[in-house]
Every structure is written in C-alpha cells, then in structure tokens.
C-alpha cells in the first residue's frame, strides 16, 4: 500500500463529503484508540472544523488511561477536545427501565449485553446532538476488521454520516498511524472498546486481529478459525444489512 497517496485520496473524499453535503464540520467520538485517532486525524486533514469528544460512562479506564490517550491524540494532530460524562445518564435510563432488562425467560448473557450496548447507542445519541447543533457530520470510527465479525452495536457506533477508515483492516491502521507519527502509546496499547474495566476486542472476540486481516486478505491461515470468522460474519450479516421495509 503506498500509504502516502492512501492518506491523500482518504482526506479528499472526505473534503468531497464536506462540500456536497454543505456541512460546517466533523465529529467524532475519541475514546483514545487507534480507530478514533486516525479518523480524527484525516479529518482534521480535510477542514480545521473538527471537533473531538471523550465520553466516559462508568467504565473507571474511561476515565484514566482512556481520557488521556484521547487529549494526546487531540493535541498531535491539532482538533479540539470536549468531554460530555455520560455515566450519570445510563444510570438514570437503567433506573427507569426497571427490571424490564431481565424478563422471564430471556437468553442468558442478554440483561449484560443489553446494559453494554447501552453506552455505544449514548454515546452516538451524544456525537448526533452535538452535531446538529454545530452544522457538522458525524464520522464512524470502526474498521473492516469489526466490520467483518460484526463486533460493533447496532445504532450505537454502527451509526454515522461517513466512514474514512471502514475498508481498512486494523494492521493497515496501525501502519497509517505510524506514517502520520500518532502517540506511539496509542498504537501500542491492546484494542479496546472501553465497554467496561479490564475488556480487550481481542479477548471479547475469541480471534486475533491479525487473523481476521488474514481472512480478509487472503493470508495463511488455519482452516480451523477460517471457518469460526466465516461463521462470526454470516451470523452477524443482519448488522451491516438495511433495515427491511415492506415492499411496495
């Protein structure tokens, strides 16, 4: 990949975006990961509008390792930062719902994956409000790799306006964030979707980043797991599909 003109293609379509739509700006939620921050930077490549938001919500990284990572990203590549707290409004929007998370006889594991992807659907609720209000589009931050097994929330941060890194598997991140200079900190620090204390993408998941590259790319690799990322992909099909409308 001759990531020089990658770079340069990437920040013109998303100038292109920008003039077509007649939109004022970009924004982006920075949770500090290497996603985020190549996102933000093309973007910041494209317009000087462009604004950067940390949203913690009760995970205690959020609020530490997260935060700093996502104000040492923001400061390289020059975009504003704001922070808008989000724990005391999932708390509020559990309190409200009531035991209605727990009915009888619902699927194990579906009370705890139904509180998790409460904060990526905030989260997007918060990138889409503070947009609104600002003339801005919203820019998704997942890659082709997520993508792929779908390891992403629906309406949560499956929701954007453009995406400039989705066709990029997370190895070919790591070397654009390496051509454009980001915090080495970031790049090196496990992935991680800040969900909740001590989570990884690659332990959540079951595979490797670098083998989902391999099935995309058509890498070595065991027939074993090819087949368990074919699985992860088809089942998962619904995420990256249209809502169904009735026909007419």
Same mark, same amino acid.
């Given at each position: 990949?001759?990531?020089? $003109?990658?770079?340069?293609?990437?920040?013109?379509?998303?100038?292109?975006?920008?003039? @077509?739509?007649?939109?004022?700006?970009?924004?982006?939620?920075?949770?500090?990961?290497?996603? !985020?921050?190549?996102?933000?930077?093309?973007? *910041?490549?494209?317009?000087?509008?462009?604004?950067?938001?940390?949203?913690? !919500?009760?995970?205690? @990284?959020?609020?530490?390792?997260? *935060?700093?990572?996502?104000?040492?990203?923001?400061?390289?590549?020059?975009?504003?930062?704001?922070?808008?707290?989000?724990?005391?409004?999932?708390? @509020?929007?559990?309190?409200?719902?009531?035991?209605?998370?727990?009915?009888?006889?619902?699927?194990?594991?579906?009370?705890?994956?139904?509180?998790?992807?409460?904060?990526?659907?905030?989260?997007?609720?918060?990138?889409?409000?503070?947009?609104?209000?600002?003339? =801005?589009?919203?820019?998704?931050?997942?890659?082709? !790799?997520?993508?792929?097994?779908? =390891?992403?929330?629906?309406?949560?941060?499956?929701?954007?306006?453009?995406?400039?890194?989705?066709?990029?598997?997370?190895?070919?991140?790591?070397?654009?964030?390496? =051509?454009?200079?980001?915090?080495?900190?970031?790049?090196?620090?496990?992935?991680?979707?800040?969900?909740?204390?001590?989570?990884?993408?690659?332990?959540?998941?079951?595979?490797?980043?670098?083998?989902?590259?391999?099935?995309?790319?058509?890498?070595?690799?065991?027939?074993?797991?090819?087949? *368990?990322?074919?699985?992860?992909? @088809?089942? $998962?099909?619904?995420?990256?599909?249209?809502?169904?409308?009735?026909?007419?």
């Amino acid at each position: 990949m001759d990531i020089k $003109t990658n770079v340069e293609k990437r920040v013109q379509w998303i100038k292109d975006i920008l003039a @077509s739509s007649g939109a004022r700006g970009i924004v982006y939620g920075n949770s500090g990961g290497k996603d !985020c921050t190549l996102t933000g930077a093309l973007c *910041r490549m494209a317009t000087e509008n462009v604004l950067g938001v940390i949203m913690p !919500c009760q995970s205690s @990284s959020n609020y530490g390792s997260d *935060r700093d990572d996502a104000l040492a990203a923001g400061e390289k590549f020059g975009i504003a930062q704001i922070e808008v707290d989000l724990t005391a409004v999932k708390e @509020s929007l559990v309190a409200a719902l009531g035991g209605e998370l727990a009915p009888e006889g619902a699927p194990d594991g579906a009370e705890r994956s139904a509180l998790i992807n409460i904060n990526p659907r905030l989260r997007m609720t918060t990138l889409y409000a503070l947009a609104q209000a600002r003339g =801005y589009l919203v820019a998704g931050t997942g890659n082709l !790799c997520e993508a792929t097994v779908g =390891y992403f929330t629906k309406w949560g941060d499956g929701a954007y306006d453009f995406n400039p890194i989705a066709d990029l598997t997370v190895p070919e991140i790591y070397d654009i964030l390496r =051509y454009l200079g980001a915090p080495e900190h970031i790049i090196d620090k496990a992935p991680s979707a800040g969900l909740y204390q001590g989570q990884t993408d690659e332990t959540e998941l079951g595979v490797t980043y670098a083998d989902i590259h391999a099935y995309l790319r058509g890498g070595e690799l065991g027939e074993s797991m090819r087949g *368990r990322i074919a699985d992860m992909e @088809s089942r $998962t099909a619904h995420k990256r599909a249209l809502p169904r409308c009735y026909p007419h």
